[in-house]
């Protein structure tokens, strides 16, 4: 195991709340502008954390792997689902996303595991 992405979540919402202490008004900001970007029109929800999950490989962002990856597995993505989106992080990222890819599939692993119980 690369990492335990369930405690990286507890952790980094931790050090959010801190965040939103010290800069309410952007954190405010970012809030809304995730609302917003995470809400339903054409695409779903399940789809939008496929796309975020894709992007978090791409640019190498490890919390954001553990926080999409939970929200995929929370909108139902299923293991096919994550695999073809890491095709395509992998596509855009090359070997960085590559070493990415395998870590987001750990971590909705993981997550899965946890759902079950």
């Known amino acids: 195991m690369v990492h335990d992405w369930s405690q990286m979540t507890k952790d980094l919402v931790a050090a959010m709340k801190e965040l939103r ?11 809304e502008m995730a609302r917003s970007a995470t809400g339903t029109n054409v695409l779903d929800t ?12 791409a640019t190498r962002c490890d919390g954001c792997v553990a926080f999409h990856a939970k929200a995929a597995v929370e909108h139902g993505a299923s293991r096919e689902e994550v695999m073809e989106t890491m095709g395509m992080a992998i596509y855009m990222g090359a070997g960085p996303s590559v070493m990415y890819a395998a870590q987001a599939v750990e971590a909705f692993d993981q997550f899965t595991a946890l759902k079950k119980g």
């Open 21 to 31: 202490g010290g800069t309410p008004d952007v954190m405010k900001a970012f809030s």
């Open 46 to 57: 399940k789809t939008k954390e496929l796309i975020a999950l894709a992007i978090a490989v």
